[in-house]
């Protein structure tokens, strides 16, 4: 964990009034999901891109169950900011624990699902999450394996998602 603060940190010797406000925002495009279940529902709205928003809205359901309802209480991790409360915050107290970064898990698993159906799209669904993932380092709410964590199970989430839709489909062909 020694390393994790000294990451930590250094990252806070970045900060400025305008990165603060950046960072402020760009974190909560990711509060609750509400960003990445917007895209899935729209994407779930027009038959060309239907499939990818059912593998963004089942992989952002899967991840609600596998991180925050099981990981985070089995694992039940201190933020940075419990154990550092020194450190000045810029958003709330968190009240959940750390591991794995809810908000990592919700942007990467919207992200890998926009790139698994359309790569031009997706590049920019991935900068958006990493930079999303970046804030929380940022913000002293997140260590560095929390973020790891969250990419990691997001990417075995959008798999499973797709592989569940992919069952779904020729269940539902096989049927007709």
Not at 16 to 24: E, F, G, K, Y
Not at 69 to 97: H, M, Q, T
Not at 117 to 133: D, E, F, S, T, V
């Amino acid at each position: 964990m020694i390393w994790e603060f000294e990451w930590l940190y250094a990252i806070q010797k970045i900060h400025s009034p305008r990165l603060d406000r950046i960072m402020v925002f760009v974190t909560g495009l990711a509060n609750h999901g509400e960003l990445w279940i917007a895209l899935g529902l729209i994407l779930l709205c027009f038959v060309r891109t239907r499939r990818m928003g059912a593998g963004v809205l089942l992989s952002i359901a899967l991840g609600y169950v596998t991180g925050n309802l099981l990981l985070k209480n089995i694992f039940a991790r201190s933020r940075p900011c419990w154990l550092r409360p020194e450190v000045p915050l810029l958003v709330p107290v968190p009240g959940d624990y750390s591991f794995p970064s809810g908000h990592t898990l919700v942007s990467f698993e919207g992200a890998f699902s926009v790139f698994r159906g359309n790569r031009k799209w997706g590049i920019g669904a991935m900068a958006l999450a990493a930079l999303i993932a970046f804030s929380r380092l940022y913000l002293f709410v997140h260590f560095p394996t929390d973020i790891l964590g969250g990419l990691v199970l997001a990417m075995g989430n959008a798999w499973a998602g797709e592989q569940i839709i992919k069952r779904g489909i020729k269940g539902s062909v096989q049927n007709t």
